[in-house]
């Protein structure tokens, strides 16, 4: 499949290429703006102006961003301070200090509090998985590996050592009237799966290729989350929204292992593609009251797929989980 002289350095073929995008600006206040961009970029053998000679080093890519700019030259800060000062109640007060304490990990939970309001967020989570693999709850060795888990296949020859994922999450969130709020959710996601040769493996089949230590790797943008909040309950101290969201299926799902030579990868593993492949719906309930310097909450929150299968012809599992949590506030 590869010509009798190549080079895997694309940069040493001859090739033209195509770029554009479109960049979005909105001022929120003096010196606070909010910027979204998408640019895509094409390179192909065939836009050089000798015609090219190679399609082997063709490709794309896009990209989207996201910010949120503070221009510090027109803050002045130390004014914004005493206008504050100036203008406060007792009445401010007491709202401010009535504002639920959500923990960081729990999704969905705030609200904001007026028509008009707009919060811009940035979420990012690292998982790391390692250790022994497992046979119900108990740890196995390679032999047992070899002999049982791969029994009507070509058996396996390697294992997963480590795996690490990360997620990076935009959270964008406008309040058209005071009892509703619109969150969109755009994610992006890679995924790192270190493998390891397992002892007494079969042997590599005829023509067969691997390199153990090349570690299985896919990336991209994940699902994207929709989701209106509807306040149920606002009260100073006590209050309980809902959210009726849904997760739509931007993440891929044919995320393939990288080809050696000539030998195709196929298909990597469900727990490495970048989303479900599936509509999902994520209905939630969350609650936070407090009273002086007391504060606690709680959250039901669950995912149903919508769909049977996906693409790539699985589904992922429905979820549930409830968090609560509790606190004192030492100072304010």
């Known amino acids: 499949k590869l010509p009798q002289d190549f080079a895997s350095d694309h940069r040493l073929a001859s090739f033209g290429s195509l770029s554009g995008g479109v960049t979005l600006n909105k001022r929120l206040v003096r010196g606070i703006e909010?910027?979204?961009?998408?640019?895509?970029?094409?390179?192909?053998?065939?836009?050089?102006?000798?015609?090219?000679?190679?399609?082997f080093a063709d490709f794309d890519y896009y990209v989207a961003n996201a910010a949120l700019k503070f221009g510090l030259e027109t803050l002045n800060l130390n004014q914004v301070g005493r206008s504050r000062s100036a203008s406060s109640s007792p009445h401010d007060h007491a709202?401010?200090?009535?504002h639920p304490f959500i923990p960081a990990g729990i999704m969905f939970g705030h609200a904001l509090d007026k028509a008009g309001d707009i919060m811009v967020g940035y979420r990012f989570m690292y998982a790391r998985q390692s250790g022994d693999i497992l046979r119900g709850s108990h740890s196995v060795g390679d032999m047992e590996i070899v002999n049982q888990a791969c029994v009507g296949t070509e058996g396996c020859r390697l294992a997963p050592e480590s795996m690490n994922m990360r997620m990076h999450m935009l959270?964008?969130?406008?309040?058209?009237t005071r009892w509703l709020n619109l969150m969109l959710m755009p994610q992006f996601m890679d995924m790192e799966m270190q493998l390891r040769p397992l002892e007494g493996r079969p042997p590599l089949r005829a023509g067969g290729h691997e390199h153990p230590g090349t570690p299985h790797a896919t990336g991209g943008v994940a699902d994207t989350i929709m989701m209106p909040l509807i306040k149920l309950i606002d009260k100073p101290n006590h209050r309980l929204h809902m959210g009726l969201g849904f997760s739509a299926p931007t993440g891929s799902v044919d995320q393939e292992i990288r080809r050696m030579a000539k030998a195709e990868g196929g298909i990597i593993h469900f727990d490495?593609?970048?989303?479900?492949?599936?509509?999902?719906?994520l209905p939630n309930l969350?609650?936070?009251?407090?009273?002086?310097?007391?504060?606690?909450?709680?959250q039901l929150y669950g995912t149903k797929r919508l769909e049977n299968r996906n693409e790539s012809g699985y589904r992922l599992g429905d979820l549930f989980q409830a968090s609560t949590w509790g606190g004192y506030r030492l100072t304010n």
């Open 34 to 55: 909010l910027e979204a961009g998408f640019e895509y970029y094409t390179r192909a053998s065939s836009f050089a102006f000798s015609g090219g000679n190679s399609s």
């Open 95 to 98: 709202t401010h200090h009535d």
């Open 286 to 298: 969350t609650y936070a009251g407090n009273h002086a310097n007391w504060y606690w909450g709680g």
């Open 171 to 176: 959270d964008i969130m406008y309040a058209p």
């Open 272 to 281: 490495m593609q970048l989303g479900s492949g599936t509509w999902d719906f």
